[in-house]
């Protein structure tokens, strides 16, 4: 109502700062309303959406500044989605480079690839299943590289930033004119978050890049009047097996969809001591060593350097063909933080 909320109980009404600022079913003389405030939490909007922050006010910062909430609207796709698991299973995921190959591949990408033409169609993704990964700590939290070797001189990379405290960029191809996409995992409660995805172009609208621009998570299909995708546990993320004899990896249509079904059936939180970390898994135990140092700091009173400075997520991904040898943080330094 107006410049608050009201109750519908006894007319209660709340502005948005949290101050009573009516309260009709007291006597007029009262000041009652004086002593009453409801929580509020101060927020801003940008990139089409609504941002809170929940800290204390006095340390309030300023406004995160990922590149896709600085563009013009019709320049970005941003959308949202519920799914059943604790945020960390979903950073995990988007960190992980090495299940491309595997959960959102092709049966195809999978058969011999001895054929030159075979391995064109199938993409650098299908030569070097067993990426190497290199992490470096950044000042907006890691730059993790995965590194595939293409032939004795040369290296595919694909470069993901991963920015404090949930953020990714997704990495593309090489020399590719494309978008940008990425996921932000916002978490509702322990074992529950919203996916938040973007996917933005830099100089171009996105109805350029095709009717359904951007990352398959922004046309997953929802149950009605839910922001829950159709595909779920109930169903079985309605997988088929066939396609998945014939055509794709999974059966399940939509890679988003093929995410939530890997780390919706995980459980809600998964039991951490029965599982077995390899060397693929260098972005993960980096990712989990930071936010713990970080929590750390925290209960000692010092605050994380990243959340005071927004600035710090306006970077990119990147994905690239080098000489073998190369450091991959000084080739990607220039696409990463290009958008600066």
Not at 12 to 18: L, R
Not at 32 to 48: L, S, V
Not at 136 to 163: E, M
Not at 222 to 248: A, F, H, L
Request: glycine share 8%; hydrophobic share 35%.
């Amino acid at each position: 109502e107006e410049n608050g909320l009201r109750c519908v109980y006894h007319g209660w009404k709340f502005d948005t700062e949290g101050a009573c600022v009516d309260m009709p079913n007291e006597p007029a003389e009262s000041n009652f309303k004086h002593k009453i405030r409801a929580t509020a939490y101060p927020t801003e909007e940008a990139g089409g959406v609504v941002w809170a922050y929940m800290g204390p006010v006095a340390t309030k910062p300023v406004l995160p500044r990922p590149e896709w909430t600085l563009v013009p609207a019709e320049q970005r796709v941003v959308s949202r989605y519920h799914q059943e698991n604790n945020w960390v299973q979903g950073v995990e995921g988007g960190i992980d480079s090495s299940h491309v190959s595997f959960l959102h591949s092709s049966v195809e990408s999978h058969r011999a690839v001895a054929d030159k033409t075979q391995l064109e169609r199938s993409g650098l993704m299908a030569i070097d299943k067993a990426p190497e990964f290199r992490v470096a700590t950044t000042d907006f939290g890691l730059l993790i590289g995965a590194r595939r070797k293409v032939d004795d001189a040369s290296d595919y990379w694909r470069v993901t930033p991963y920015t404090l405290p949930f953020y990714t960029v997704i990495p593309n191809g090489p020399n590719q004119d494309t978008h940008f996409s990425g996921h932000g995992w916002v978490p509702m409660d322990d074992e529950n978050v919203w996916l938040l995805s973007y996917s933005w172009s830099p100089t171009r609208p996105m109805s350029d890049f095709g009717e359904k621009p951007g990352h398959p998570a922004h046309y997953a299909p929802m149950q009605p009047g839910t922001r829950k995708p159709r595909q779920s546990r109930d169903n079985d993320y309605e997988i088929d097996r066939e396609d998945q004899r014939t055509k794709s990896y999974t059966g399940i249509e939509n890679g988003s969809i093929q995410d939530r079904a890997i780390q919706e059936t995980m459980g809600a939180i998964y039991d951490r001591t029965k599982e077995h970390l390899g060397s693929a898994d260098t972005a993960i135990i980096m990712m989990r060593r930071t936010l713990m140092k970080l929590a750390r700091d925290l209960e000692n009173g010092i605050e994380p350097y990243a959340a005071a400075h927004g600035e710090l997520l306006t970077v990119r991904s990147a994905g690239f063909v080098a000489p073998a040898g190369i450091s991959f943080v000084e080739a990607s330094e220039p696409l990463v933080r290009q958008s600066r």
